[in-house]
């Protein structure tokens, strides 16, 4: 050992150390861990070295332990995420099939009964998605995988759209919804639209569902800006069943509702003020809450958010045309015989794709492929000018399929591939694109979705 150290050439005061296996007078198993240190005399010259031992056993144990239980609820976590996003697959493609085809009957000649049942059925539909998005979200929170997409966005248009979405069940519970934007708010802010859109949603859906009579608002207001950036407060009021004061701190936890008769009442999962606040947090504010029960709520919360000096924002133009008149504008522009292949293991969403496609194109021609090999060899066979792919299949996946047909266009014209995907998390759709997939419509689709994607591929 005076060597070893001589060797290192330890300065006063270092030591060395190494763990030790050892068997104790028992026979047992030990973990050692030795010290050794140099001693010097008065003129700094090494005469010795200096040993103390440790018996490490059970500290060793307590980290193997504390390693084998973080490998454990990562395993169980990626088991947690693999299951949710196999359940939102699953429940998603059937809900595909239900909605989409419900979507399409109400566009035919039914009588009042007849459109008011599938009223029900598209609605019980679309509050399933809801529910479904919502553990999906909490996971992404939980997990810390939730990001935000940054961009230029018109903030009284978002408003606006928030509010239409809820207007039928406004109308139909007979209240009134007032929007307040200050004109001092910038029309343009850099935000994250969709979050953004979501937080407002939510808390919108949530001041209907609790309001009976009244009135709901929503408002904007400019607290200060200061070069390109500016503090705006948002807030949603309602005249609603309040919220008692002991359960407002309570109210933004998972899955927690004010008592478990709001749940047997109104639905719902409990989640929904819990993901706004957790998306509020991740773009650095909170919600804030002012609520008296029996006479209303407020739910607000202050964003600082970067602008674009007037100068340099772009006008946007909004296209005010309906309906009928502009699908038969806009499907015009897409002339001639396309041959669009459909991959598709799901009979159901094939026809549900197929009768979308064939009403708005009728002179499209529509081929199937069951999997990812059958759609490699028609993509071969048919030389098709747009396909459409299931993203989970048996035999082979449609990120497979890309990849091959991606390898066997080289030197030829690009196909674009459009995924159909139940799977909703931004890894895989961000995935979809890197295998060569061109875009990705996201289950349950609806006739808009796949009419605008072959507008955008195969118009002129």
Known sequence: MEDELKAQRLPAGDFIQKEEPLRNHKGQKRVILTKKYPIYDKRKKLIGTGTISVDITQRKQIE????????????????????????????????????????LLKRTELQAIQKKYLDNIISSGKNLLAIINDILDFSKIEAGEMKMNLEKTDIRNMIEQCVKIIEPTVLQKDLQIREEIDERVPEFVITDPLRFNQVISNLLSNAVKFTHEGEIGVKARLIERKGTTARIEFAVTDTGIGISEKK???????????????????????????????ILKIMGSELNLDSEKGKGSTFSFVLSMATKPQKEETPMVHDKEKGTERMERETEQVVGTHKILIVEDDQV???????????????????????????????????????????????????????LIREAEKGTAHVPIIALTADVREERLERCLEVGMDSYITKPVKPEDIADKIREYLGE
């Open 248 to 278: 407002q701190h309570d109210i933004l936890n998972s899955f927690t509702q004010e008592d478990s008769t709001i749940t047997r009442k109104y639905g719902g999962t409990g989640l929904g003020l819990t993901i706004s606040n957790s």
């Open 349 to 403: 969403n094939f026809m549900l794709a197929k009768t979308i496609i064939k009403r708005e194109f009728p002179k499209t021609e529509v081929f199937e492929a069951k999997d990812g090999q059958a759609g490699v060899e028609k993509y071969h066979s048919l030389a098709p000018d747009l396909i459409f792919m299931d993203v989970r299949m048996p035999q082979m996946d449609g990120m497979e399929a890309t990849k």
């Open 64 to 103: 193997r332990e504390l390693i084998d239980a973080k490998k454990k609820a990562e395993k169980a976590n990626m088991a947690k995420n693999e299951f949710l996003a196999n359940m939102s697959h699953e429940i998603r493609t059937p809900m595909n099939g239900v909605i989409g085809f419900s979507e």
